[in-house]
């Protein structure tokens, strides 16, 4: 539920009782707090048959007002003040929706493309083809992703998947929803000990659970408000593709990556992993790097990655 939609719906459930001077049935804002995702249609209804109840008890009102005391006439005038000041509202809230994205559709294009991607690598004969391989990372993950289940109860509802891949074109990741894909050639090539591979889930899923994908289409829409005309799809495919939306988006996502790092390696620390032996990933990447002090599109400098997880690692230890 967008933030702008939250508040309209508390509004609503303040001003039911002068609402109600006006008989405007109680089922009608029923059917709007109902819900915590209410679709924009609903919402749209919602305000149409606010708006048509308001008018016809104000048009009935109106003529027995001009009939009555100045103190009813007062009473009315304000709650004609006060439902116009609704309606307005309501019709702000439906523009603030229809330029959202919605969790569930961004999991929904995650898993459509976490399904591509499994299905190809499977054709090529890529996918789960190192049973030893699968066997350590699952070990590791299993863990982790019980702890975030626990930890950010949303995702104890996700259908979780994690798949392994010999694809030396892949490296990590964690989709909206929790679809995982590590790769054996990304693992051997920074030859991770098992607490450095931890640090790497532990990374990934804190984008998921995060919700740094729903985060970055937020932004997206934010400086490209137009872009809320696109289909969703489209708008997925230019999330990753559209260089120049790349561009505008780079300082947002390096700041995720940083977050994702930060609170990665608390994450596993609380999962009894040494803080010290999960820093050693941003090491290890640091140097293998050919660039260690260039940031990328949607990547800080691994040697800046490097630095804030030693000092973090040095705190955490500290504290011990």
């Given amino acids: 539920m967008s933030r702008l939609a939250a508040h309209s719906r508390c509004l609503m459930r303040i001003r039911l009782g002068s609402l109600a001077a006006l008989s405007v049935p109680r089922q009608a804002f029923a059917s709007c707090t109902s819900s915590s995702d209410s679709s924009l249609s609903a919402q749209t209804a919602f305000s149409t048959s ?10 009935a009102q109106a003529g027995r007002a001009a009939a009555s005391s100045s103190v009813v006439a007062n009473r009315w005038q304000n709650d004609v003040i006060m439902v116009r000041y609704l309606i307005a509202f309501l019709f702000i809230v439906q523009g603030a929706a229809a330029q959202t994205v919605t969790q569930d559709e961004v999991m929904g294009g995650s898993a459509k493309l976490y399904r591509e991607q499994i299905a190809d690598l499977r054709s090529g004969f890529r996918l789960d083809d190192d049973e030893r391989f699968g066997a350590r990372v699952a070990a590791l993950a299993r863990p982790l992703i019980e702890q975030a289940k626990r930890e950010y109860p949303e995702s104890a509802a996700w259908d979780w998947e994690l798949h392994t891949t010999t694809d030396g074109d892949a490296n990590a990741y964690a989709m909206a929803g929790g679809k995982m894909l590590v790769s054996r050639a990304y693992v051997d090539q920074l030859a991770l000990t098992d607490a450095e591979l931890a640090m790497l889930l532990a990374h990934e899923i804190m984008h998921a659970v995060l919700r740094h994908n729903l985060k970055e289409f937020g932004e997206a829409l934010r400086l490209e408000p137009e872009r809320a005309k696109q289909p969703f799809q489209e708008f997925e495919h230019d999330i990753d593709n559209d260089n120049a ?9 390096q700041r995720q990556e940083m977050e994702a790092d930060r609170e990665g390696l608390m994450f596993a620390v609380r999962g009894g992993w040494r803080p010290q032996a999960l820093a050693g990933y941003f090491r290890k990447l640091a140097k293998h790097s050919h660039y260690p002090n260039f940031e990328r599109f949607d990547h800080p400098s691994p040697a800046s990655r490097w630095q804030a997880a030693r000092e973090l690692a040095a705190q955490l230890e500290a504290g011990r």
């Fill in 245 to 253: 939306l790349m561009r505008k988006l780079a300082s947002f996502n």
């Fill in 50 to 59: 606010v708006l048509a109840l308001a008018q016809s008890k104000l048009a």
